[in-house]
């Protein structure tokens, strides 16, 4: 594991821990408008990539040395492997109705912070109608042309799948 998915693995625990144990944060405010407003339209491009089973708009939410990390370990670094991963799920699932709730957000420069919770559902192909839940700890960073882009996205331990 390189150094910045070590500090973002210790980050993530940390941020669920305290989240987890019930000690609760107040909701941040120190992002601002403008940075929440980013972040939302970030989390609606994602929403409708997987709506439209569209692994390469999927991709594009990401900076392009993003990373896309699994509560299991596994991840994918760059926009062709996160595409690539993520048109591997969508052949088993087919268009995956995604709903994200956040939770709350820290912005620290250039960097935000974003915990919430996600719920993905879909009927893959001859099956019946799946859901699976479960929490995440996002970082977005300020692209060079101002907007705001996914530099790792941390799936929590305690995925929930259900019917």
């Known amino acids: 594991m390189t150094g910045r998915l070590r500090k973002l693995a210790f ?4 941020i669920w821990g305290s989240v987890a144990s019930g000690q609760g944060m107040a909701p941040s405010t120190t992002a601002d408008a403008g940075v929440r407003a980013a972040i939302e339209r970030g989390n609606a491009e ?38 690539a991963v993520v048109r591997t799920l969508l052949s088993g699932t087919g ?23 996600w719920r993905y559902r879909f009927t893959p192909p001859g099956k019946g109608a799946q859901s699976v ?30 019917g």
């Open 11 to 14: 980050m993530a625990a940390v």
């Open 46 to 83: 994602y929403i409708a990539a997987f709506a439209h089973s569209d692994p390469a708009a999927l991709a594009r939410v990401y900076a392009p040395d993003g990373a896309r990390m699994a509560d299991k370990g596994g991840y994918a670094r760059g926009r062709d492997a996160i595409a």
């Open 133 to 162: 839940t479960g929490r995440y700890v996002t970082e977005w960073k300020r692209q060079p042309d101002g907007g705001w882009r996914i530099i790792a996205d941390v799936g929590v331990p305690g995925t929930e799948w259900g």
């Open 95 to 117: 268009p995956i109705q995604v709903t994200i709730e956040t939770v709350d957000l820290w912005v620290v420069d250039d960097v935000a912070y974003e915990t919430g919770k």
